[in-house]
Each structure stands twice: as structure tokens, then as C-alpha cells.
């Protein structure tokens, strides 16, 4: 006769089960109080109902478990009817329906019913500081602002056609709203990092951060930024260009991912470009931390939906613009190509000229002027966002920064 193990499936099963209502149950039991007034549920009922759930899928599969989770929330309206008096909330009634459907899940998906658990767990823990956030830091325009980000992000973008469309089959409703999301997220960021580390340096490091997902929109963004509160001038151009240096040690990675040959004869631009970004963003980063700000500065809003449409108008013209040069000149020369696809991300040309000397279709030294040609045509676009987005004082420290940084890119090749 065979033994059981405590190996064996079910019996692990059954164990997750059992752990995840002792977890749920003990951050309860905690919080039910003591004296007559106290709640009458605690770890006990909690790991009793996780095993419910768990026996309840395994007796009678998603029917009985469905009677089951019935039979709990008719229980716990009744419950909650004897203590609202003392305790309007909810939560615990809560907690205990999902506790026994997580043990029912736990039989089919542990992995999923452990981490599920867990963040209910940490949410019932975090009520004191969640209540304190939502109620005395967080503001009524903060958070209608969240809500249209979570909505821009969760509602509306899987409803958008990932497919190529419009004229020369140039334009993607999918990618286009990433890139609205995108800006709006950075500008979320910007805000949070002014709120929490002041405008000195709250400004530099978004930057810095923002660019490795995308420069051209931390440039709009920070421009957007600089427009609407002047005291804030330095530590947005700061950041601005920071989002260069991020652009930069990208494309290392990137290049060093798809081919090395590549970064090998692209070192020395790039890292002249890198030393060049990054020193003009010190610089402006230690006159942002110089500047007299005032105690209370205009933070904006948090999330800025003109600019992010702003950005992705803008994009969506240089990809259609992109698309009719590509049509017209068809395969001719991988610099032309490079080009046009810099207009909108210098990576994806990056690799793919580094992609055809891995295939032996061309050599690393053939590959930098491509790379550099669609580096150049990417800071004419960060160039465009500049001026569309912020004021000429923004623009006269921002665009001279930007050249240098490319030019540096070009001395680079022809020191070699």
C-alpha cells in the first residue's frame, strides 16, 4: 500500500490552502478588538473557510464552491447587520468571501492563490496608511487625474485596434495611445518627484529616469513643465537633457545585446556623447540646486493630457512622414532608412542596421553611419517637441545642449 507524502499534489494543495486563511486570518485578528464589542471573526474562521473553498472544489467542483461563497456572503450580510453600529465597514465580510474562494483556487492554481493572498494581506495591513494617503495627502485633482490615467490605461487602451492603418499603412491606434499613456505617466512622475524631493532635484532625476522609456517625451513633458511655472526653468532643462544620457546608455545596451562588433566601433561616439549630455546636465542641475525657489510652487497638474496628445500628434506626423520617404525611396541604402526611422526611435534603427552585421550583410564600420544619421534624426525631433512645448527659455538652454551632444557623437567617429 502506498503511503501519502506530503509531496503529493493534493496534499500541498490543501497546505497553501491552509496557509493562506491562517495569513488572511491572523492580519484579522488583529484588528477584531477585544471586550464584547470585538468581531467574531478571527484566524479560526478564516483558515476554516480557506479549507472550505479548497474542499468544496475538490467534492463538487465550481458549483459546490459557488453554493459555498452563497452561503458565506449570506452569512456575513448577517453579521454585518448585528455589528454595522460598531463597525460600518465591510472589509472582513470581504476578506472572508475572497479567503474561501483563494482556497477553492488554491487546489487548481497555488502559485496564483499564494500571490493573491499575499497582496490582500499587505492591503488589509496598509488600511491605516491607505485611509491617511486617500484622506489628508492625496487631493481631489490628484486623484480625479489618477483615475483618467487608469482609465486611459486599463479601459481605453485595450480597446484600441492594434493594427497599421490610414495612409501608407503608417499609423497604429495602439501604439499612438501607448505613446499618450506614456507622456501621461512621465508627467505623473515628474509631479510625484517635485511633491516628494522639491524642485531642485525632483526635476533632474525624473529626467534621468524618464528617458530610458522614452527622451523625446521626457523632452516635451519637461518642456510642458518649464512653461507653466518659470522657477522651475533649470531643474527641467536638467532633466531634459539627463533623458539624453539615459538615450545613450541605451543604445550601449542595446547594441551590446544585438551585436558587439557594433558597439565596438560605435564606442567612442557614444561616449563622447554620453560624457557631453551628462556634463551639460550637471551643469544645469547645480544651477537648479542654486536657484531660489520659492517654499510653494505651482505643481500643475498632474497629469497633462494636452501635452501627451500634443507629443502624439506630433509623432504620428513624423511616422506618416517616415512612411511616404520609405515608400518613395524604397530599399535604397540603409543610411536613408536609418534616417527615417530615427525620426521616431532611434533603437529600433540602431538595431537594425547592428542586425545585418550579425548576418554578415554589412560591416560594423558600415553600420556607424547609419546609427549616427538616425541618432542626428532623432534630436531633430527632440528639437520640434522643444519648441512645440516649451517657452524660448526652455529652448535657447535645451537646443544648444542638444547639438552639442550629437556633434559630440559625430567628432567621435571621425577621431577614430
Not at 33 to 49: D, I, K, L, N, Q
Not at 87 to 92: F, S
Not at 226 to 235: I, T
Given at each position: 500500500?502506498?503511503?501519502?507524502?506530503?509531496?503529493?499534489?493534493?496534499?500541498?494543495?490543501?497546505?497553501?490552502a491552509?496557509?493562506?486563511?491562517?495569513?488572511?486570518?491572523?492580519?484579522?485578528?488583529?484588528?477584531?478588538?477585544?471586550?464584547?464589542?470585538?468581531?467574531?471573526?478571527?484566524?479560526?474562521?478564516?483558515?476554516?473557510?480557506?479549507?472550505?473553498?479548497?474542499?468544496?472544489?475538490?467534492?463538487?467542483?465550481?458549483?459546490?464552491?459557488?453554493?459555498?461563497?452563497?452561503?458565506?456572503?449570506?452569512?456575513?450580510?448577517?453579521?454585518?447587520?448585528?455589528?454595522?453600529?460598531k463597525?460600518?465597514?465591510?472589509?472582513?465580510e470581504?476578506?472572508?468571501?475572497?479567503?474561501?474562494?483563494?482556497?477553492?483556487?488554491?487546489?487548481?492554481?497555488?502559485?496564483?492563490?499564494?500571490?493573491?493572498?499575499?497582496?490582500?494581506?499587505?492591503?488589509?495591513?496598509?488600511r491605516?496608511?491607505?485611509?491617511?494617503?486617500?484622506?489628508?495627502?492625496?487631493?481631489?485633482?490628484?486623484?480625479?487625474?489618477?483615475?483618467?490615467?487608469?482609465?486611459?490605461?486599463?479601459?481605453?487602451?485595450?480597446?484600441?485596434?492594434?493594427?497599421?492603418?490610414?495612409?501608407?499603412?503608417?499609423?497604429?491606434?495602439?501604439?499612438?495611445?501607448?505613446?499618450?499613456?506614456?507622456?501621461?505617466?512621465?508627467?505623473?512622475?515628474?509631479?510625484?518627484?517635485?511633491?516628494?524631493?522639491?524642485p531642485?532635484?525632483?526635476?533632474?532625476?525624473?529626467?534621468?529616469?524618464?528617458?530610458?522609456?522614452?527622451?523625446?517625451?521626457?523632452?516635451?513633458?519637461?518642456?510642458?513643465?518649464?512653461?507653466?511655472?518659470?522657477?522651475?526653468?533649470?531643474?527641467?532643462?536638467?532633466?531634459?537633457?539627463?533623458?539624453?544620457?539615459?538615450?545613450?546608455?541605451?543604445?550601449?545596451?542595446?547594441l551590446?545585446?544585438?551585436?558587439?562588433?557594433?558597439?565596438?566601433?560605435?564606442?567612442?561616439?557614444?561616449?563622447?556623447?554620453?560624457?557631453?549630455?551628462?556634463a551639460?546636465?550637471?551643469?544645469?542641475?547645480?544651477?537648479?540646486?542654486?536657484?531660489?525657489?520659492?517654499?510653494?510652487v505651482?505643481?500643475?497638474?498632474?497629469?497633462?493630457?494636452?501635452?501627451?496628445?500634443?507629443?502624439?500628434?506630433?509623432?504620428?506626423?513624423?511616422?506618416?512622414?517616415?512612411?511616404?520617404?520609405?515608400?518613395?525611396?524604397?530599399?535604397?541604402?540603409?543610411?536613408?532608412?536609418?534616417?527615417?526611422?530615427?525620426?521616431?526611435?532611434?533603437?529600433?534603427?540602431?538595431?537594425?542596421?547592428?542586425?545585418?552585421?550579425?548576418?554578415?550583410?554589412?560591416?560594423?564600420?558600415?553600420?556607424?553611419?547609419?546609427?549616427?544619421?538616425?541618432?542626428t534624426?532623432n534630436?531633430?525631433t527632440?528639437?520640434?517637441?522643444?519648441?512645440?512645448?516649451?517657452?524660448?527659455?526652455?529652448?535657447?538652454?535645451?537646443?544648444?545642449?542638444?547639438?552639442?551632444?550629437?556633434?559630440?557623437?559625430?567628432?567621435?567617429?571621425?577621431?577614430?
Open positions: 500500500m502506498n503511503s501519502l507524502h506530503l509531496t503529493d499534489q493534493p496534499i500541498f494543495d490543501y497546505g497553501i491552509l496557509g493562506i486563511g491562517l495569513l488572511i486570518g491572523a492580519e484579522r485578528e488583529r484588528r477584531k478588538g477585544t471586550g464584547p464589542t470585538r468581531s467574531s471573526m478571527g484566524v479560526r474562521t478564516f483558515a476554516t473557510a480557506s479549507l472550505l473553498g479548497a474542499v468544496s472544489l475538490t467534492l463538487g467542483d465550481t458549483i459546490l464552491l459557488a453554493v459555498m461563497a452563497l452561503a458565506i456572503a449570506g452569512l456575513s450580510v448577517v453579521a454585518f447587520r448585528l455589528s454595522h453600529e463597525d460600518p465597514g465591510l472589509t472582513t470581504v476578506a472572508l468571501l475572497i479567503t474561501l474562494l483563494l482556497g477553492g483556487l488554491a487546489m487548481r492554481e497555488p502559485a496564483l492563490a499564494s500571490g493573491v493572498a499575499v497582496l490582500l494581506t499587505l492591503l488589509l495591513t496598509a491605516t496608511i491607505l485611509h491617511r494617503f486617500v484622506s489628508t495627502i492625496l487631493s481631489e485633482t490628484e486623484l480625479n487625474d489618477a483615475l483618467i490615467l487608469a482609465a486611459a490605461a486599463l479601459v481605453l487602451l485595450p480597446l484600441a485596434p492594434d493594427q497599421y492603418m490610414g495612409p501608407f499603412n503608417a499609423l497604429n491606434p495602439r501604439t499612438i495611445w501607448k505613446i499618450v499613456i506614456l507622456i501621461m505617466s512621465i508627467s505623473a512622475t515628474g509631479y510625484i518627484s517635485l511633491r516628494v524631493m522639491g531642485r532635484i525632483g526635476l533632474p532625476i525624473t529626467g534621468l529616469a524618464s528617458g530610458f522609456v522614452s527622451s523625446a517625451a521626457t523632452i516635451s513633458s519637461m518642456g510642458a513643465r518649464a512653461a507653466k511655472e518659470s522657477s522651475l526653468l533649470w531643474g527641467a532643462v536638467a532633466g531634459a537633457v539627463l533623458s539624453t544620457v539615459a538615450t545613450i546608455i541605451q543604445m550601449t545596451v542595446v551590446a545585446t544585438t551585436n558587439q562588433a557594433t558597439l565596438s566601433a560605435l564606442w567612442l561616439s557614444l561616449a563622447c556623447a554620453g560624457v557631453t549630455a551628462a551639460y546636465g550637471v551643469l544645469f542641475t547645480i544651477i537648479a540646486l542654486r536657484q531660489q525657489v520659492p517654499d510653494v505651482d505643481l500643475g497638474q498632474p497629469v497633462s493630457i494636452k501635452t501627451a496628445l500634443l507629443f502624439a500628434a506630433t509623432v504620428s506626423i513624423v511616422m506618416l512622414l517616415a512612411a511616404a520617404l520609405q515608400q518613395w525611396l524604397g530599399k535604397e541604402g540603409v543610411i536613408a532608412a536609418a534616417a527615417i526611422a530615427g525620426f521616431a526611435d532611434t533603437h529600433s534603427a540602431a538595431v537594425a542596421v547592428a542586425s545585418l552585421v550579425a548576418t554578415g550583410k554589412l560591416s560594423a564600420n558600415e553600420a556607424v553611419l547609419p546609427i549616427l544619421a538616425s541618432l534624426t534630436t531633430i527632440k528639437v520640434v517637441l522643444a519648441v512645440l512645448s516649451g517657452n524660448w527659455r526652455f529652448v535657447s538652454a535645451i537646443i544648444p545642449g542638444l547639438i552639442l551632444v550629437i556633434l559630440a557623437a559625430w567628432i567621435g567617429k571621425y577621431s577614430l
